[in-house]
Each structure stands twice: as C-alpha cells, then as structure tokens.
C-alpha cells in the first residue's frame, strides 16, 4: 500500500484528508548483535520494507488508531484518552504507538491528539523491527505536526523509552536509530553510548554482491524473558569486572577479563560474546572502508558462530539457513535480531543467488519445514515525510 492508498484510506476512516503520510524502515543488521545495550557497536541499514502512517492532529485529547494490517474496534479504529495512558496498561499493537504519544509527552511535548491511519510491509516476528518501524513513523509525524523539531537522535531515544517502558520490553537503541538514521545505499556504523554515527557506503550491487535476508518465518517463544536473562548476565558481568558497560571491556584485554570471572561460566559466554562482537563490527567497519567487501563474509559467520555458541539465542533453523548457504557457496551467513527464530541474511555472490536460495528451500523441505522467504536487502532510506 503506497501513500495514495494509506491516505484515501484514512479519509475513508476519519471523513477528512490526513495533514500528511510519513514512511519508517525496518532494518537489518549486518553485524553488531546484542551490543547495543551492552553501550557498544552496531552496523544496521534500512530495508525497503516500511511501516506508514497517515496522520491528522486534534485538539480534545482523544488519539485514534487504525492498522491496515490488523483489526479491532468499531471499524478497526482503537480510540485512546491521552490523559490515561499508562506504561504496560496495553498488551496490543496500539501499545507502540500509543508508548511513543506518551514518552513525548512524558518529555515535556505539547500533543493533543491525533488521527491515525498505519500500514506496514515489514515483516512481523522475523527479527527485522516492525515494532520500531510503527515507532518511529508516528515519532516523526507527531514531530512534524506539532512542531518540537527533535533531532532524529532524540526521536530514537524517546521510541526506545515507549518500548522500554510503555511496551515493557527491555529493547536496547540500534532499532530505533536504524529506523529514524539510516542513509540509502549505506550500512550505519553506530556507537549507542553516545550515538555517534558515521555512514559507510555499502553497494553490493556494484561489486556484483548480493545481501539475502532469509526470514525462516519460525518466532520460538521467549517473550522478553530470555532476551532479559541474557541483559540482566551481561549487566552482571560488567559489575563483576567493574565497569560501566562490557563496551568498556578491551578486545585485547578479553582473556585477561575472562580470567576474573573465574567460574561464572554463563557470564563468561556471555561476556566474550559482547567484547568480540564489538571487535567484529570494527573489523567490518575498516574491510568495507579499505574496499574489501568479500572479506566481511568470515567475520558474518564467526558472529553467528557466536551468538550460537556463547550467547545461545540461535535455533536449529537459523543454524540451517547458515550452513546450508555456507555449504551452497555463500561467502558468509548469520543470524540477525534478537534470535530464538526470525532471519539470517547471506552474503553471495550474484551469480550463487539462485543456488543459495535453492539450497536453503530444499534443506528447509527435506527438514519438514515450511519453506523460509527469501529476498534481497537493499540499503535504503530512514524515515521520511512522503507527502
């Protein structure tokens, strides 16, 4: 659904012409996994999947909401009293949108209300934040329409808090950043203790690359439980080695800090995870800015091997797409999201597509599995205005 469509849509629901459409990505992240609560590296890009969002502001403190793609309520339209919303009183979808109308307001922003109509192609459950897409584009709306003029950083922050703390899910910044940042044909380089940022130009197509994103359409059942077992060890390591973050832990220093955790062996998987997985997004980093590209396929498949291993947020069909691809001619392959399900992406060559993806159907087939959805990531832009 295009931006034509989403705001006829919305006239239909509301009886008036939206003030404006506005488009946020979802994203991919290429390396750089469960450090960003750790205060450390990632390098997500936006994907050409969107959510969008039609919107008009209203002044009684009433805040309506209608999804294309999910229903409920008096012709699928939710409608919310701003003056009651209230961190976890909403276990829907509206919980997102909702979260952010109540993190800018919580930091001191005049909204009085809006109309919203929300369509989205990002895929939901496939590690690709869906969530921070639905985020960031009524972020961007409601900063647009009401006039605070935010820095795309801050937008960010206040999404990560709605999620955090509306939603109640304990979601560290990359998703929303990604979502609110990213530049087309450029990868995200993003230190999330401070969020320092730097573009780094990534076209595959001209080095005759292609990125897969292989979405094995499988969400195994861990809510926010074991990702927050996993925050809550990480949190734990840094106190035991005295400091802030595990960023803050050297890569050199690794063995060293291993060393002192002495028989914490869930800590210490966990812990070696973060400070490689850093040192593997600085790796990446300084390959694809030396030209490089085919070389940042080892470095994919270490950090799967790591998160697989150390971390344990992989699952039986994220390690297939991997060494299936990997087996097929892939140059490298890992899991990306939070794990326990979702997507790996694949990096090939161009003319292994088609192997690649064949491979991985019939393994998937021969597995009693359905078979997973495969398409190409291309780097594409951040949220934007569309009409």
């Not at 459409?21 to 960003?36: F, K, M, Q, S, Y």
């Not at 639905?134 to 605070?148: H, K, N």
């Not at 070389?295 to 091997?305: D, K, Q």
Request: hydrophobic content about 40%; charged content about 20%.
């Amino acid at each position: 659904m295009g931006a034509e469509q989403v705001a006829e849509r919305f006239t239909q629901l509301y009886g008036t012409e939206p003030e404006g459409v506005w488009a946020a990505p979802g994203r991919v992240n290429l390396i750089g996994e469960h450090t960003d609560y750790n205060d450390g590296f990632v390098m997500p890009f936006a994907l050409p999947h969107q959510a969008l969002a039609a919107v008009s502001r209203r002044t009684d403190g009433v805040l309506r909401l209608h999804s294309a793609d999910i229903g409920g309520g008096s012709d699928g339209v939710t409608e919310l009293r701003l003056d009651t919303l209230a961190p976890r009183s909403d276990d829907n979808w509206t919980a997102y949108p909702a979260g952010v109308v109540w993190a800018l307001r919580e930091a001191g922003h005049e909204i009085t209300g809006a109309d919203v109509h929300l369509s989205s192609t990002v895929p939901t459950g496939a590690g690709l934040s869906s969530s921070a897409a639905l985020e960031v584009v009524i972020a961007l709306a409601l900063d647009d329409l009401y006039g605070p003029g935010l820095p795309r950083r801050q937008l960010a922050r206040l999404c990560q808090r709605a999620e955090n703390v509306y939603v109640g899910a304990p979601t560290g910044i990359m998703d929303q950043t990604a979502s609110a940042c990213c530049a087309q044909g450029h990868a995200l380089f993003l230190d999330t203790r401070d969020l320092s940022q730097r573009q780094i130009p990534f076209d595959l197509a001209a080095e005759g690359l292609r990125l897969l994103v292989v979405d094995t359409q499988v969400k195994h059942a861990h809510s926010g439980g074991e990702y927050g077992k996993r925050r809550a060890g990480c949190e734990q390591g840094a106190a035991l080695l005295g400091v802030g973050a595990l960023r803050d832990v050297p890569y050199a220093d690794l063995d060293a800090a291993l060393a002192r955790l002495g028989d914490e062996e869930e800590v210490v998987r966990l812990v070696r995870h973060v400070v490689s997985e850093n040192d593997r997004v600085e790796r990446v980093v300084s390959l694809l800015r030396s030209g490089d590209t085919r070389a940042i396929g080892p470095v994919l498949t270490e950090g799967h091997a790591s998160l697989r291993d150390d971390f344990r947020v992989s699952c039986p069909e994220l390690d297939l797409v991997v060494d299936t691809a990997l087996t097929a001619g892939a140059l490298g392959a890992r899991m990306t999201g939070g794990g326990f399900g979702g997507s790996a992406i694949v990096l090939t060559e161009a003319a292994d597509v088609d192997a690649v993806t064949k491979a991985t159907e019939e393994a998937f087939t021969a597995s009693g599995l359905t078979p997973p959805r495969v398409f190409e990531a291309l780097p594409s832009p951040g949220a934007h205005r569309l009409t």
